[in-house]
């Protein structure tokens, strides 16, 4: 395993990899046994230090005083659950690669990659109708999207500043019972959008840019100013517009009255999931979620790489009568991410998407097939 | 529509930066004192689309008679300053932008339909739509489709404040966005006038009537220096016995930036004993470096050297450009020049 990138993960993984490195010294001539603890031990710490930037909250995010204690309580509680969580892991991984010494990044990097797609989860995770009615005041407060620190804790936790007083406690014990499933098979993750519904205010935006009418609500001029700003192209990277369109997009189906709530919300949830792209380091960053065709053969995604993402994607395709490409979208999935069992991997899921689209325009793909074919995209990182 | 004929450069950017220039101490601020960025929090109150809260920020700020401690420029200027870096005609925008606005503001005065804020901000909105259709060229660079949905959108933000005249024009802010919706509109000078001192009226201490006021009566509008000659000396009149000749300062320096520049103790009957007096009198009561700047200024355009020299010491290294004319720092290098001539 070697050093990759200088973003936070990567950051991380060259912690992890250099534990042999800077284990105990050797005056107590410890045992293999009491060394291979040690370097456990500096393993733990090193995860647990790298889980910290994302519970912290920095203090030019303003809070009131009450929740900013109640905030840093929750993410105490947390870090501290999560340091008896790093052991079981790393005993689940040695278990799973029938190495009990498993060390270094071969350990490292599935224990990573398991707790950013817990912090996925724990975007999408449904904690009950009380916390679904919560979290709907939430996200349709007016500053709800006015302050969207990093850290991701602190950004959820912005949000429930912004959210009416009478909807905090909810949230608060929202987040304590989410955190608190942190390493568990959940059993009723809210399934994915179909790629329509998630694309739908996109769709209605291009209808607005074309002069048609559209059925919504009228937008912040914060989002206004970002989707109609002549100098500016779309951003799905900035966080601040990507929740400013999810929360007018979900206002509008609400008013509309035609989708149910919990549908709506989890259509927000997955429009605002923690988005693992903020992790990629920048020197990965342009290329990722692309594929470039190179004498071709689509390039393995970047990000899909970064993250050692494989498996199927399958594609189905829309043509018109002479075979020409009308519409291609992914309608499922099937892929592993070292260290991501017993839940899907809703962080890494799309990684694929952009590159197994690719494909259905690539030359030949089409030749003699009818409309709403499917082809499976397999993806397989080399060695 | 004659004033059409004459107009040059729209004025809503020169409005827009001598608003700017007169709210800004607002940020500058040189005390210890904590105050309020009344622009700020308007602006991203607005921005997110927190109608509640621009509602609380407009009882505490739109109220008639308050000033900055600091500076003394009216909060209720500061508010709409905040609501103009949003409802922004020169913005770089497609009229999608607008459109959002129109339907966001036209939604709140639905909402809140005794909400007098609600009804000035949708008119205020659709007479920004209108602008942004005009653009700030001159006015033959106005294509008659341009033109017509100008005259679209001021005949709908008209409407709006008749249709809510009964609650909404007992603030003085239905009057400012009138006298601007008039003015583009090319309404005559008596009109105007009746506007203006209806707002005057209700609200004595809302200063920005006068430069929106006498904004009409620029040459570029159709106006004469006469008209805002005899307009000042109402102004004076009407204001004395509070401000001193601070309004007879204020005005003729807006006068200056808006349209004569240097040429204002040569083209106009500006006075400068009378405006230095308006600028003692204005320190007097808020002594601050943008006042300064300003007062410095004027002292070199008059080439008053001991009073630019007092002023150079007391501004320190608090030079702003924005009070210093189109080529600012030159001229500020060229003034400090003069004054070390004494």
């Known amino acids: ?383 | 529509m004659k004033i059409f004929r004459f107009a040059l450069r729209l004025s809503a950017a020169a409005l827009f930066a001598l608003a700017a220039m007169q709210a800004k101490a607002q940020q500058a601020s040189t005390s210890n004192a904590v105050q309020p960025n009344v622009v700020g929090l308007v602006q991203a109150a607005y921005r997110w689309g927190d109608f509640a809260e621009l509602e609380r920020l407009y009882a505490i700020y739109g109220k008639a008679g308050v000033r900055s401690e600091l500076t003394g420029f009216p909060r209720v200027e500061q508010f709409w300053m905040g609501i103009g870096k949003i409802n922004n005609s020169s913005l770089r925008v497609s009229d999608e932008y607008y459109q959002q606005l129109d339907a966001l503001t036209q939604q709140w005065a639905r909402e809140h339909s005794q909400s007098v804020l609600a009804q000035l901000l949708y008119a205020e909105t659709l007479s920004t739509h209108a602008w942004a259709h005009r653009g700030n060229g001159f006015v033959n660079t106005v294509s008659p489709a341009a033109w017509a949905d100008f005259q679209k959108y001021l005949q709908l933000a008209l409407a709006q404040l008749r249709r809510t005249e009964t609650l909404a024009a007992q603030d003085s802010s239905w009057n400012a966005i009138m006298l601007n919706i008039g003015r583009g509109l090319g309404w005559d000078k008596d009109s105007l006038l009746k506007v203006f001192q209806a707002g005057i009226t209700k609200n004595p201490d809302h200063d920005g009537l006068y430069f929106t006021m006498q904004t009409a009566l620029l040459p570029k509008w159709g106006g004469d220096l006469e008209s805002i000659d005899r307009f000042i000396a109402l102004a004076v009149k009407t204001t004395r016995a509070k401000l001193g000749l601070e309004m007879y300062a204020r005005l003729y320096a807006g006068l200056s930036y808006a349209e004569v520049d240097q040429t204002l103790f040569k083209t106009t009957r500006a006075s400068w004993p009378s405006m230095k007096a308006g600028f003692e009198d204005r320190l007097h009561r808020y002594p601050h470096t943008d006042h300064r700047n300003m007062y410095a200024y004027f002292a070199c355009m008059a080439e008053d050297r001991p009073a630019l020299q007092e002023q150079l010491d007391l501004i320190g290294d608090k030079f702003d450009a924005i009070f210093w004319g189109s080529n600012a720092e030159r001229t500020f290098e060229a003034c400090k020049k003069m004054a070390r001539q004494v």
């Open chain 1, 1 to 383: 395993m070697s050093c990759i990138g200088t973003g936070r993960l990567g950051v991380a993984f060259c912690l992890a990899a250099l534990v042999p490195l800077i284990g105990p010294a050797a005056a107590a001539e410890p045992t293999v046994q009491e060394l291979l603890a040690a370097q456990d031990r500096a393993l733990v710490n090193s995860m647990v230090a790298w889980e910290e930037t994302f519970f912290t909250l920095p203090s030019d995010v303003k809070l009131d005083e009450t929740l900013r204690e109640a905030a840093v309580q929750l993410a105490s509680e947390h870090l501290a659950r999560s340091r008896t969580l790093w052991p079981e892991w790393m005993a689940q991984e040695r278990a799973a690669s029938g190495d009990a010494n498993l060390q270094g990044g071969t350990l490292s990097r599935p224990l990573f990659l398991h707790a950013i797609n817990e912090l996925a989860i724990w975007s999408l995770e449904n904690g009950g109708p009380a916390q679904d009615d919560a979290w709907l005041k939430a996200a349709l407060a007016p500053m709800a999207c006015s302050s969207l620190p990093r850290p991701y804790f602190a950004r959820r936790i912005a949000m429930i500043q912004a959210a009416p007083l009478d909807a905090r406690p909810a949230l608060l014990a929202g987040e304590r019972d989410l955190l608190s499933r942190w390493g568990t098979k959940r059993q009723s993750l809210p399934t994915r959008p179909a790629a329509a519904d998630l694309e739908a205010a996109d769709q209605a935006i291009t209808l607005l840019r074309a002069g048609l009418p559209i059925t919504a609500v009228p937008m912040t001029p914060f989002l206004a100013d970002r989707l109609f700003d002549r100098k500016r192209k779309p951003d799905p990277s900035d966080r601040w517009e990507q929740c400013a369109k999810s929360q007018w997009w979900l206002a509008s189906q609400l008013a509309d009255g035609k989708v149910d709530r919990s549908e709506a919300l989890t259509l927000w949830r997955y429009s605002t999931m923690f988005d693992v792209n903020e992790l990629i380091p920048d020197s990965v960053e342009p290329s990722a979620g692309t594929s470039r065709l190179a004498a071709g053969k689509p390039a393995y995604p970047l990000a899909a790489t970064y993250f050692s993402v494989e498996g199927v994607t399958t594609v189905q395709v829309d043509t018109d009568a002479l075979g020409n490409l009308l519409k291609a979208r992914v309608v499922s999935r099937k892929l592993t991410v070292p260290g991501v069992r017993d839940n899907p991997p809703v962080a890494f899921e799309t990684l694929l998407d952009a590159a197994s689209l690719d494909l259905a325009a690539k030359p030949g793909q089409l030749a003699k097939k009818s409309t709403g074919f499917k082809f499976d995209a397999v993806w397989r990182l080399e060695e």
